[in-house]
């Protein structure tokens, strides 16, 4: 059987071995990523400390891309170090913010750095925030959620001014949909 390949921009392909090669390549980086980023987080939180620095955390955070977690980076970097994030309409930090140095949280990590970093090498960003479990959602309550709204809209709509209001075009339609799916 011939193996298909797909150019666009890079090369993929459907043949088995070349992706089993794929998989094994990323689990082995993606463990040894991981394994960086916690070493790099800790060194984030030694320089804070140290040298006052939170520009460099700032710069790996506003950097890095929504698949590697960085809202539990930024957490972690607060929760054990003297990080604090302020919204910030500068476009060059992508998440909206960026790190400023919390003066009184910095007195306190001074008087005991060697437990904080005791404390957060033996705890990764994604032991201390862990991704969210997947929740399904549940399209018929949803709807009958809008109905519900809609209808209580409608009772309370006792002027002409307020049921002027009201944009109720497609509820004649939602309500077919929703009795047909219901059923």
């Known amino acids: 059987m011939a193996k298909a390949v797909l150019e666009v921009g890079f090369k993929a392909t459907s043949d088995k071995h070349a992706v089993g090669r794929m998989i094994d390549s990323i689990l082995k980086r993606g463990s040894k990523l991981m394994d960086d980023l916690h070493v790099l987080n800790v060194s984030l939180l030694m320089r804070a400390i140290e040298h006052k620095d939170v520009d460099s955390a700032t710069r790996l955070v506003s950097g890095m891309g929504d698949g590697y977690r960085r809202a539990s980076i930024n957490k972690w970097l607060q929760f054990h170090g003297p990080f604090k994030w302020v919204k910030s309409d500068d476009k060059t930090h992508t998440m909206g913010g ?3 140095l919390d003066d009184a949280r910095y ?14 090498t033996a705890e990764p960003f994604w032991k201390f925030d862990p991704a969210p479990e997947f929740k399904g959602i549940d399209i018929l309550a949803l709807i009958k959620g809008i109905l519900d709204r809609a209808e209580k809209a409608e009772e309370q709509a006792d002027t ?9 075009k497609g509820l004649v339609q939602l309500r077919k949909v929703y009795k047909e799916l219901a059923d």
Not at 107 to 120: H, V
Not at 160 to 168: F, G, H, I, Y
Request: with cysteine.
């Open 98 to 100: 960026k790190f400023k």
């Open 107 to 120: 007195e306190e990590c001074l008087k005991d750095k060697a437990g904080i970093y005791k404390r957060a």
């Open 160 to 168: 002409p001014e307020k049921k002027a209001k009201l944009k109720t």
